[in-house]
């Protein structure tokens, strides 16, 4: 129940909780906890709640049984309960009266209420053996009345809730051999126990009142006291269903029921409609529950053992100096410090008290063994037992057997000599016993045979078989000049062979099986390392008079770097010998990667575009003849302005692109795009392509600049150029970052909506509301209003296809909203529509992103979220900071950091697959 504070000059103020109802009474309080043997009285005193513990006994001492049998009686009338008749109410008052006359013809000497023996929560089907209830304590006997006037605190319970908060005594129980399985889904009847031994006190109960729960059963009084509480609801039909898993929603739920409601909005877009939103945004206000890092809640998703008491810590206060206090003791094998909930384990369950090694004699793996994978999919490699994924491995993949010791995680080492930990439910001994290797592979075959690459740089070469990937593996004839680092694998037969020069010379790799039956060669040639590396500058594009540094890379070999403007309004030539040394170390036993970053910087007087050139000194002093190219824009005119002038990504959509797509430090390939391998901030590293690997962070970012320049943003100039659309550095930027993302063909009209409702944005001619004109609905079905505004009543939807007159327009533009509209007709009906619906009729129109309508073309914008039908919320939200970014050149709340990230500022509409 929720505090209701006195009010002002009040001494105390009392009220009867009775069946899930609260009762005032002017100068009391009485909160019948429970009406057969315990009695709790609460009162709240000012700011702070106070609570004695009584028997029944103790309570007729003080109020005599007449005035206690009354109170009870007209509770049981206001409390609604099912009473038909008279007769009724008699039996009940009556049965009450027995229990108290009963209780009267007993000794009136102090008397301790003796423990229930009641089980632990544990593992299905076995009963569990009895023992005191987590959060359980005994009567303290006779006590002296509270006085009103100081009432003194008797007892750690809160009475704002029916659970007992604040304290930590544990309330679940782990497995067998030292295990708590955190990752388990839990039954309904699990949780119903949870919540038993949490309960504050408990209604009397002595029969089930479900056809599916035997009350002789060990879960049978605890799931019918809960029910009686008004914690848990059965499925209907007098059914309560034990065994079957309770979602994350149902969970929440069933804890929001034991506090008071709080109002409040969520964010997660798979609520929005659903059944348990009150509870969830309640859960949410409460700061009980944030939700997965997509940004989901899954309220349908069977809740795990580790995700459950994560949320009832919360639920029960219990971070404070003394949370989990004993996790020294926690000693779960499966459950090591370094896993997430750990600390939340700790302070949940009962400690180990002396440690059980589960029988490694039970156990498939030994340390040596081979073992094969076996996930159909692909297995997932993690830093730690249920650490972050540092790659994933293909079906069939062999791995050694490190260590058990984190059943049921174990350590493993791969091909590639690199370490990590899988789960041992989807590996298998190789071969069936033994571990032994496969030796016999068949049809293999590579994708060229001949190799160029420069020292430090890797090759992505792939290679397959018809069977036995497995018993494949490469060699090199001078491992000194080139070796394969590491393969990329993409299913069963097929992976990436990723190629690492280590010195000028050749060398001949082999892919072959382990018995020699089936092979292929590639001759490599690696050639001497590039003067430089990358050369950019880390602008981008910049406004003049504005500091910006030119960049270049090189390795270790390299004492100085040269920048040359050999292209633009000025001219200048630029030496630095000054450098930072950035090191990356490889999880694959390849040599460290360390670089040498040299800066200079400097500003631009002139607008204009600019190429510059970057040459590097070797040991002997001279500077290189070969170089790096790149190029500079300077400008003169604020984000938002509109121009028809070539453009650069600017550094604040670089550093979006890069905070969107992360970091991948080594190859590794997309798990949602097999066979695209990606390294860096989201660069695909198409076949035959040669890289550079174990990137530094100077590196990554360089690789971006240069991919973005030449790519992406060139597409999207190529647009702007070929339509003649005029556009703010603003809206270019959104567009370089969703045709990273979602690829430069989106860009085509005549295959997308998205171009279309952009180049529907035309300047109205000067005449229109003096004359008409015809337009076209060329982006699907249209909306026509009885006003210029999307909430104003809907009259018509227009076919997509139809031609309407256009009679005016109104543009509405400012900090907030970005919206054109024209006034058409369509048959006899005359309304609004938003204008990017319609392609106007004119002759040479000229195509102007002021006019751009965000009514529609956000809607548009939003709809690229999904991938393989899957629908992301992480890619929503990328749409909508892009949004942000084109409509109003907010590249604050565009950065996921911002509180508003994930907030629809300006209210763009969603496709309404968002909002079911």
């Known amino acids: 129940m929720a505090e209701k504070p006195g009010k002002s000059g009040d001494k105390a103020a009392f009220f009867v909780n009775f069946r899930g109802k609260s009762y005032n009474f002017p100068s009391r309080r009485l909160h019948f906890c429970n009406l057969s043997y315990i009695i709790y009285v609460s009162c709240h005193f000012e700011t702070r709640h106070y609570i004695w513990r009584y028997t029944v006994k103790q309570m007729i001492k003080r109020t005599g049984k007449r005035a206690l049998l009354l109170l009870l009686a007209a509770l049981m009338l206001t409390a609604g309960l099912p009473v038909l008749a008279a007769e009724d109410l008699s039996s009940q008052v009556s049965a009450i009266t027995s229990q108290l006359e009963d209780l ?128 848990f609801q059965g499925k209907g039909g007098n059914i309560f269903d034990p065994t079957a898993p309770i979602s994350r929603a149902e969970y929440v739920t069933a804890l929001s029921n034991c506090f008071a409601l709080e109002s409040g909005a969520v964010s997660f877009p798979d609520v929005e409609g659903h059944w348990a ?13 944030t939700g997965f890092e997509d ?63 589960p029988p490694p004699d039970d156990r498939p793996f030994k340390k040596g063994d081979t073992v094969k994978v076996t996930a159909d999919i692909g297995l997932n490699v993690r830093d730690k037992p249920n650490g972050a994924v540092i790659t994933t491995v293909a079906q069939g993949t062999l791995l050694t057997i490190v260590d058990t010791a984190s059943w049921p995680w174990v350590q493993i080492r791969m091909s590639n000599s690199r370490v990590g930990y899988v789960h041992s439910d989807y590996i298998e001994l190789a071969n069936g016993s033994g571990g032994d290797l496969p030796v016999t592979g068949d049809g293999a075959k590579i994708s060229t045979g001949r190799v160029s690459l420069h020292q430090y740089q890797t090759f992505r070469l792939d290679a397959s078989v018809t069977k036995g990937m497995d018993a494949m593996v490469w060699s090199s004839s001078d491992p000194s000049v080139a070796e394969v680092g590491y393969t990329v694998p993409y299913n069963k037969t097929e992976h990436g062979a990723m190629i690492y020069g280590k010195k000028p010379g050749s060398a001949t790799l082999t892919f072959s099986d382990r018995a020699g039956t089936t092979k292929v060669s590639c001759a490599v040639t690696v050639t001497a390392p590039e003067s430089v590396r990358y050369a950019y500058n880390d602008a981008n594009t910049v ?59 400097m500003s631009f007087s002139v607008a204009g575009s600019y190429t510059l050139r970057a040459y590097s000194q070797d040991s002997s002093g ?4 070969d170089y790096k190219e ?47 391998p990606t390294v860096g901030h989201g660069y695909v590293v198409n076949l035959h392509k040669t890289f550079y690997n174990t990137l530094t962070e100077a590196e990554a970012y360089a690789l971006l600049v240069e991919q973005v320049n030449s790519n992406y943003g060139s597409t999207v100039n190529n647009f702007r150029t070929k339509y003649g659309v005029r556009m703010s550095q603003a809206q270019y930027d959104a567009l370089v970052s969703f045709v990273y993302n979602c690829g430069g063909n989106t860009l085509n009209p005549s295959s997308y909506y998205t171009p279309a409702v952009i180049l529907n944005a035309v300047v109205p001619p000067s005449d229109l509301g003096m004359k008409t004109y015809a337009g076209k609905l060329n982006v699907g ?18 076919p ?102 994930k907030k629809n500022t300006y209210g763009f509409v969603f496709p309404t697959c968002c909002t079911s």
């Open 104 to 231: 009267e013809g007993t000794s009136s000497s102090p008397e301790e209420e003796p423990p229930e023996s009641q089980p632990e929560e544990s593992p299905l089907p076995s009963k569990p053996e009895g023992s005191e209830p987590a959060g359980g304590e005994d009567d303290p006997g006779e006590e002296e009345e509270p006085d009103e006037e100081n009432p003194e605190e008797k007892a750690p319970l809160d009475a704002s809730s029916l659970l007992v908060t604040g304290g930590h005594n544990t309330y679940l129980s782990g497995y067998e051999g030292a295990l708590f399985k955190p990752d388990n889904n839990m039954s309904r009847g699990e949780v119903a126990y949870m919540f038993y031994n949490l309960l504050a006190a408990k209604p009397p109960v002595s029969q089930s009142q479900f056809s599916d729960v035997s009350f002789s059963s060990w879960w049978g009084p605890a799931i019918n006291t809960v029910a009686a509480a008004g914690v």
């Open 781 to 798: 079905n249209g909306l026509l209003f009885s006003s210029a505004d999307i909430t104003s009543s809907r009259l018509a939807t227009v």
């Open 543 to 601: 406004t003049t008079n504005t500091p910006c540094n030119l960049v270049a890379v090189t390795d270790t070999s390299r004492s100085a770097v040269r920048f040359e403007i050999v292209k633009g309004p000025a001219q200048g030539t630029y030496n630095v010998s000054e450098y930072e040394t950035q090191t990356r170390k490889s999880s694959y036993g390849l040599p460290d990667n360390t670089v040498r970053v040299f800066k200079k910087n």
């Open 295 to 357: 940004g989901t809640f899954g309220p349908d998703k069977p809740i795990t053992r580790c995700q459950a008491v994560k949320i009832m810590n919360s639920a029960l206060e219990r971070r404070d100096e003394d949370f989990a206090k004993d996790r020294a003791q926690q000693k779960f094998y499966d459950v090591p410090s370094s896993h997430w909930a750990y600390l939340e384990i700790a302070e949940a369950a009962k400690p180990v008290d002396s440690m059980v090694d």
């Open 622 to 625: 001279a500077f290189s003849t």
């Open 630 to 676: 790149f190029n500079l824009l300077v400008t003169a005119a604020a984000s938002t302005t509109v121009t028809n002038e070539t453009r650069l990504p600017s550094r604040a959509i670089l550093d979006q692109i890069k905070s969107f797509e992360g970091n991948v430090w080594e190859i590794e390939d997309d798990m949602a795009n097999r066979k695209h």
């Open 277 to 289: 939103y009150p509870y969830i945004a309640s859960a949410v206000a409460k700061g009980w529950i």
């Open 800 to 901: 997509g296809g139809s031609t309407v007159t256009v009679r005016e327009y109104k543009r509405f533009s400012s900090s907030t909203k970005q919206e054109v509209w024209y006034k058409v007709t369509y048959g006899s009906t005359t309304g609004w529509m938003p204008a990017g619906y319609v392609n106007l009729n004119l002759s040479n129109p000229i195509h102007d992103l002021n006019y751009v309508d965000s009514t529609v073309l956000a809607y548009n914008f939003l709809q690229w979220h999904t991938s393989s039908g899957t629908h992301y919320v992480g890619l929503l939200r990328r749409r909508l900071a892009e949004c942000k970014i084109f409509f109003f050149g907010n590249y604050a709340e565009a950065n996921s950091s911002h509180p508003n990230y």
